[in-house]
């Protein structure tokens, strides 16, 4: 690749994906974490993505404030946020893959605190693993744990030292019955505050999503696995754009676009990009580049979209462009640079599609 490649700028927030068992609360865990830490934002702050939420750390902060104290975390996290994957489920986790790998830094395994591990609990674990990312399991549905007392958005540890014994007692079991699931899979697990060693144990944070309990508990895990274990994954550069397909879908006036988690570089309007489909690799110039206007630039419904001359990772970004109808999700996508020649880039997605594919065959 060219040399543009390796000039390090910055660290990036990490990708993180939600997967589980259907009905475990996937979608309101991020709704919740959505509307809770963005809320603490001036509405201008915050940026909008295509398919990705950004999660500021600083609003994080706030909830977390005692959590960081105790952890000895305070003033020592220096990731900016989270890119959290607004769809969750396994599709957006195998789309979001690449060469040798995952796009997803970061996973959050939800189980229902309350039934424990499911069928595609395994299946999740399975893909988690297969892809080495670290992880952390919400054990969600707290609040449906007998007697227990809620309070608003409180860090987990906070609540759970004001439920009364038997309440705490039954927490206890429910952990308990999934860390021996995991035993039996060979794996280790604790509750996350219990945690020795996060090499070789699997954090459990007890979360509900309703109340927003161990939500801070949860963010302050994250940031803590991330900037532990995946450091060289967030280093981003200013070089060629590189992204993955998440979604085609159809807009009224523009065609078939293409929704891009772009994970490194740069892309820009007019760029010659290459991407794939099922008859093979496909070459287009961007013809426009779109992001969501802020909240409260957003005038109505019809006038959604910021339109933007360059993008830079990591960002969710809509591509308008010709020939994208081919072009399937899970696909690649690479800018090529000027310099380069298209035959270099055309042949490095075919490798990259074969590898991913035999990649899905084994699954
Ligand atoms: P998904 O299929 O994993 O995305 O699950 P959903 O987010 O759609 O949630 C499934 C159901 O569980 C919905 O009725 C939610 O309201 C409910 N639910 C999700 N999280 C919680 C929680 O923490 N506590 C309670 N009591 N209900 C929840």
């Known amino acids: 690749m060219s040399k543009v490649d390796s000039s390090f700028v910055d660290y990036r927030p990490p990708i993180t994906v939600v997967v589980g068992h259907v009905d ?34 600083n609003a994080v902060e706030r909830i977390a404030d005692p959590l960081l104290t105790k952890f000895r975390l305070k003033g020592k996290v220096w990731i900016k946020g989270f890119l959290m994957v607004d769809t969750p489920g396994h599709a957006a986790f195998s789309n979001l893959r690449r060469r040798g790998g995952s796009v997803a830094d970061l996973a959050v395994l939800v189980i229902d605190i309350t ?3 499911e069928e595609q609990t395994y299946e999740s ?7 080495n990312i670290p992880f952390v399991v919400a054990a969600n549905k707290l609040d449906r744990i007998y007697g227990w007392e809620p309070h608003e958005n409180a860090p987990f540890l906070d609540s759970y030292e004001k439920q009364r014994e038997d309440v705490q007692g039954r927490v206890e079991e429910a952990i ?6 995991f035993n039996k899979l060979g794996m280790d697990a604790d509750r996350y505050d219990r945690v020795r060693d996060f090499n070789t144990q699997v ?14 508990d949860l963010l302050v895990v994250l940031a803590g696995l991330s900037q532990r274990f995946s450091r060289d994954k967030l280093r981003v550069t200013y070089g060629p754009g590189k992204g993955v397909v998440m979604e085609i879908r159809e807009e009224k006036g523009w065609g078939v676009t293409a929704d891009v988690v772009l994970y490194d570089g740069v892309i820009r309007k007019g760029d010659l990009i290459v991407t794939a489909g099922l008859e ?7 013809k426009m580049l779109v992001m969501p206007k802020p909240l409260d630039e957003m005038r109505d419904p019809e006038d959604r979209y910021m339109f933007m001359d360059e993008v830079k990772a990591a960002a969710g970004v809509k591509i308008i462009a010709d020939g994208l109808d081919q072009v399937v999700p899970g696909a690649p996508v690479f800018v090529v640079p000027q310099e380069a020649s298209l035959d270099e880039y055309v042949k490095l997605v075919r490798e990259e599609v074969s590898e991913v594919k035999i990649e899905t065959d084994r699954d």
């Open 176 to 181: 308990a019955r999934i860390i021996e699931e």
């Open 125 to 131: 674990l399975t893909l988690i693993r297969s892809r």
């Open 24 to 57: 475990v609360g996937k979608t309101l865990l991020l709704d919740k974490i959505r509307g809770t830490f963005v809320a603490y934002r001036e509405p201008g702050m915050i940026t909008q993505h295509i398919g990705l939420s950004f999660i500021p750390w």
């Open 280 to 286: 093979g690799p496909v070459s287009t110039k961007v």
């Open 203 to 216: 954090p459990i944070v007890p979360t509900s999503a309703v109340t927003g309990e161990g939500l801070a």
């Open 115 to 117: 039934r424990g591990f």
